[in-house]
């Protein structure tokens, strides 16, 4: 008998705990509801049997079981899925329901830019994550990504890290002053139990450096700047809440955009103690609902271009 045990995080590992957010009218893990639009449009219908499956920066395995759940029973039987993640582990759990479903699981400890060229996927999703990748790795990333992939793979993407994230709707105003309270109030309890010398730090370090929200367009020209032609770009809704943000407080990317230099147990809970004073203030319940906007693209490979020479053989 084999007996495995989970790695202890080392950090509160923040990302595990959102991707497990439930919402409430639909089911589905909230980071993952604006994605339903690649099922209603079938985008993952024909994929061939015994197709390569690549999720690339695979979290705690929530965004490969998902798109997972698009793709007909009958071609995952044959189907091998390779997860690259570089810092979280998928529990043992996750991996046994992916294995059940599918020929072959492997899971790789490596960044995008690596993985990208690795794998000679039919399908690469990339969710939640292309945010984090610097933009001179992206773009390596992105033509790397492109050579790697056989003529006619798809690739998907999904980030609610984009310019124009909050939604032009009724809710526009109330998640914009939700999120400028809550950070007043990390500021205010930064300096109630820091140094004087760590908040100093911390308070350059915010002035000077911004959560490098995405640009859409530029997002979509690096994409097809590597080669790939765009088959769907929409902006859908992710039904985040207060709660969403009490869980993603966790997550160590947020934690060190969010609140730079604080060690990063203290920094979550800084965040959470400025939560609790927001949703006082605000008179907002953990049920509130703070919609993101979230930008999905699917992307191909194009076939064989017009009068290309395969060998000997003139393909027109
Ligand atoms: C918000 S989580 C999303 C996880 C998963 N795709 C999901 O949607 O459930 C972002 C993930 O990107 C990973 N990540 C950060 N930098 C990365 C990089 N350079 N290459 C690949 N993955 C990266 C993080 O470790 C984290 O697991």
New binding site residues.
């Given amino acids: 008998m084999t007996i495995e045990a989970d790695r202890v995080a080392q950090t509160p590992d923040l990302?595990y705990k959102?991707?497990e957010q439930i919402d409430v009218s639909t089911g589905l893990p909230v980071?993952?509801v604006p994605l339903e639009i690649v099922r209603r449009k079938s985008y993952l219908n024909n994929i061939r049997p015994n197709a390569i499956y690549h999720?690339?920066?695979?979290?705690?395995g929530?965004?490969a079981r998902y798109i997972l759940s698009m793709i007909p029973a009958d071609v995952k039987e044959g189907m091998r899925v390779i997860i690259?993640?570089?810092?979280?582990y998928i529990p043992h759990t996750v991996r046994q329901e992916i294995v059940k479903e599918v020929d072959e699981l492997v899971i790789i400890k490596s960044?995008?830019?690596s993985s990208a060229g690795l794998i000679e996927a039919d399908v690469s999703s990339l969710?939640?994550?292309v945010h984090?990748?610097p933009k001179g790795?992206r773009v390596e990333m992105w033509k790397r990504l492109f050579d790697a992939s056989p003529i006619g793979s798809v690739g998907i993407v999904s980030t609610t890290f984009i310019t124009d994230w909050i939604p032009e709707e009724l809710h526009a105003n109330r998640v914009a002053y939700f999120f400028q309270a809550w950070m007043m109030q990390i500021a205010r309890r930064a300096k109630e139990v820091l140094s004087d010398e760590v908040f100093a730090e911390f308070r350059a370090r915010k002035k000077t450096e911004k959560l490098s929200l995405l640009d859409s367009n530029g997002l979509i020209q690096e994409i097809i700047g590597a080669g790939f032609e765009i088959e769907h770009k929409s902006n859908e809704t992710m039904p985040c809440n207060v709660e969403s943000y009490d869980l993603i407080r966790y997550?160590k990317?947020w934690i060190d955009f969010i609140t730079p230099v604080i060690e990063p147990a203290q920094a979550c809970e800084i965040q959470g103690y400025a939560l609790q004073k927001t949703m006082k203030e605000k008179d907002l319940t953990l049920e509130d609902r703070m919609p993101r906007n979230t930008l999905v693209l699917v992307f191909r490979k194009p076939g064989i271009p017009k009068n290309y020479v395969y060998g000997s053989t003139l393909v027109v």
């Fill in positions: 990302s959102f991707s980071g993952l999720d690339i920066g695979g979290g705690t929530a965004s690259s993640e570089p810092y979280n960044a995008a830019v969710i939640n994550m984090l990748i790795d997550d990317e």
